[in-house]
């Protein structure tokens, strides 16, 4: 099978960093609980560079749905309550001075479709990078072929492997999608 064959390799591993990043954009879409991964995508201007809210303060979740963020240096408390309201997470942080509260509410079920047309969207997007491998070892296999250093037997067998690979990462998509939506219709 595919995975064993070294022309296969950088495919599967482009593949897998496809699943691992929509991975991580599904941390970021809160699902009515305090999940510290909802504010890996903000930056605020520190010193001039954007940097990400965990490199300037530290962030806890004293109950399931509240955030704390206690930044290091107190100058940031107004850039980071202006980069979170700039954001699309949808919730007010609270400033007492030294540090920032987020309280996550239950999701209404209008907040819930939204976030599932986003978890649909990245999904599609990860299908579609699968997709974008598959047409560039396809291309490279043919190019091969061409070359004379692959027969037309082999060519074939390599071209069926790759939509065998192909088929299940978007398969993966989709069972990752799935969980991740059932995360969201969960109340």
């Not at 579609?128 to 072929?145: E, G, L, P, S, Y």
């Not at 250093?149 to 060519?155: F, G, N, R």
């Amino acid at each position: 099978m595919y995975k064993d064959d070294a022309a296969f390799k950088e495919y599967l591993d482009k593949m897998e960093k496809t699943i691992s990043s929509l991975n991580t954009q599904y941390a970021t879409v809160r699902a009515g609980r305090a999940n510290p991964a909802v504010l890996d995508q903000i930056r605020i201007d520190y010193y001039g560079s954007p940097t990400p809210i965990n490199q300037v303060a530290s962030i806890s979740s004293p109950d399931p749905r509240t955030l704390l963020i206690q930044p290091w240096d107190k100058s940031i408390m107004k850039p980071l309550e202006k980069a979170i309201l700039a954001s699309d997470l949808g919730i007010n942080p609270q400033n007492d001075g030294v540090n920032i509260r987020l309280a996550f509410p239950q999701l209404t079920e209008e907040r819930r479709a939204e976030l599932i047309k986003q978890v649909r969207k990245y999904a599609e997007a990860g299908k579609t990078a699968v997709r974008n491998i598959r047409r560039d070892a396809m291309d490279k296999f043919k190019k091969q072929q061409k070359a004379s250093e692959i027969t037309e037997d082999d060519l074939k067998a390599m071209e069926k492997d790759m939509q065998q690979m192909t088929d299940d990462y978007i398969k993966k998509v989709d069972e990752v999608t799935a969980k991740k939506e059932k995360e969201l219709t969960t109340v």
